[in-house]
């Protein structure tokens, strides 16, 4: 039976398809596989962002943070960053969203360069929108955390490969 | 009944409410600093939320990192334990704020309480006895003398805001008062923020006697008898046992009825513990009251058979205490805990580090509170306390025998404990007689220094 974390990602997953107009979907867990099928043309409003995707499908066998798996497995799960990057870390426990308000952009994209102190997201904590800042210059390589998501203290959120 | 629980603290009391709540159903959410990652109550928990680095003041100090896992693991309610955010009104108002129930008093109670002077004019009010004292804050050296005069020395001043000996001073003239209540004054700035003092009778050679209540949320208290807490160093509590070999039943029952009556006054919930000092002759006053589970609630539990965690929760769950408490509360045979620090057991050196060696003593009647185990880390940051022993015996001699045979089978290697301690306090004669009072382990070290050279 699944538990209740597991049962929202499925949601999450299950939305994010619906969204995004994918007709047929697979998927394996350990060392991932997944097989997508699009209905049609992608929506005009916008494409589908594969990265966004990968990442969620990278989440979902590791559950959130709150799971009884042992306290690091949120970021064990993820495929293991290269020694160069580093990885900006939560200040807070809270709720993790990539961008200031739900539909808005992203405050940053995978690719972009940051400067130190630049928002890279925002964790929400008691009701306050948290904005999360660089602590490197870089380029963003990977989104770790999954918006909507619970982080806990100390919880990476982003790698950056520092310039 | 909650559906799921946090728990606000960590350690062996973290670990205590974890397992009452798994025994009664309840999902159980930890919190920890990244120092406690591999402790036991992380471990055991349902769910785990890193909540800070290892200061407390960063960590399980810090409400809006404890409020906001609460969230996120969506829970009915907090346990806040004992110590840290447990006496914290202003915690107990953002749960209530954030809709989330905190296992205690309402936040008004915890303050009033929580405040020396007010808590001693509440129970004046309801007719507790309490010691002798200045009614309120005292403004000047003046007033100071003039309440010493009407009081009879020695008197102590203590400060209104503070605890743990700091910010006071036991005068036995008038000629000394003036200058000890400058200084009293100041060191109460210093620590707490706030100078402000107030007197009482100082009683030269005190008994520290304590009374468990409950109280539910429907006006109901009842109180479960008394633990005496007399062997102590510097005001911190080494060894606790129940019942009090100077309370007699009568005592006990009177006692019992007044403060069930004080507390129905102001409201109170959940479970508490009053304070007392007993003087040379037998009588008792009230000092203070702790608004919260207590590290030594194990002693009382042992000799009436009911689980105090498991009665806070149903409690704050809205359940009365009639079906939580059977009435009369009946003593049992005797029981005394020994709390085990990590210290060294003669100059009592907080000693962090890994653990390589631990065994647990067992067998009837013995039980043992701690979140340590072999492999085990003790951090620097906390409390010092890594166990509680407690022995239950019909009476109180099967009690300390199994107390001295238990603890020597507590093995703790790779750090210093006060174990070895514990083991000469039980073959003190003064102690197996029963003969102590809050000074005793004064006298003892003497007693131990003599005998050496």
Known sequence: MMDGNKLNELRELVEFLKANEIAEFDMEQADLKVRIKFAGEPAATGGIDLAHLSRLMASVPASAPAAAAPPVAASALAAPIEEALHEVKSPIVGTFYESPSPGAQSFVKIGDQVEVGQVLCIVEAMKLMNEIESDVAGEVVKRIAVSGQPVEYGQPLFAIRAR | MFRKVLIANRGEIALRVISACKEMGIRTVAVYSEADRNSLHVKFAD???CIGPPRSAESYLNVPAVI?????????????????????????????????????????????????????????????????????????????????????????????????????????????????????????????????????????????????????????????????????????????????????????????????????????????????????????????????????????????????????????????????VPEPVVIRGHAIECRINAEHPETFTPSAGKITAFNVPGGNGVRVDTAQYAEGVVPPYYDSMIAKLICHGKDREEAMNKMQRALSQFVVQGIHTTIPMHQKIFADEEFRLGKFDTKFMERFFERQKNSKG
């Open chain 2, 47 to 49: 769910e785990a939320i």
């Open chain 2, 68 to 324: 906001s896992a609460a969230e996120i693991a969506d829970v009915d309610a907090i346990h806040p334990g004992y110590g840290l955010l447990s006496e914290n009104a202003n915690f107990a108002e953002v749960c209530r704020a954030s809709n989330i129930k905190f296992i205690g008093p309402p936040p008004e109670v915890t303050r009033m309480m929580g405040e020396k002077s007010t808590a001693r004019q509440t129970m004046k009010k309801a007719k507790v006895p309490i010691l002798p004292g200045s009614d309120g804050v005292i403004e000047s050296e003046g007033e100071a003398l003039e309440w010493a005069r009407s009081v009879g020395y020695p008197v102590i001043l203590k400060a209104v805001a503070g605890g743990g000996g700091r910010g006071m001073r036991i005068c036995r003239n008038a000629e000394e008062l003036p200058a000890l209540f400058n200084q009293a004054s100041t060191e109460a700035a210093n620590a707490f923020g706030n100078g402000d003092l107030y007197m009482e009778k100082f009683i030269e050679r005190p008994r520290h006697i304590e009374f468990q209540v409950l109280a539910d949320e429907h006006g109901n208290v009842m109180s479960l008898g008394e633990r005496e807490c007399s062997i102590q160093r510097r005001h911190q509590k080494l060894i606790e046992e129940a019942p009090s070999l100077m309370v007699t039943p009568k005592l006990r029952e009177e006692l019992g009825k007044t403060i069930k009556k004080s507390l129905e006054n102001i409201g109170y919930w959940n479970a508490g513990t009053i304070e007392f000092l007993m003087d040379e002759d037998g009588k008792i006053y009230f000092i203070e009251m702790n608004t919260r589970i207590q590290v030594e609630h194990c002693v009382t539990e042992m000799v009436t058979g009911i689980d105090l965690v498991k009665a806070q929760l149903r409690i704050a769950a809205g359940e009365k205490l009639s079906a939580i």
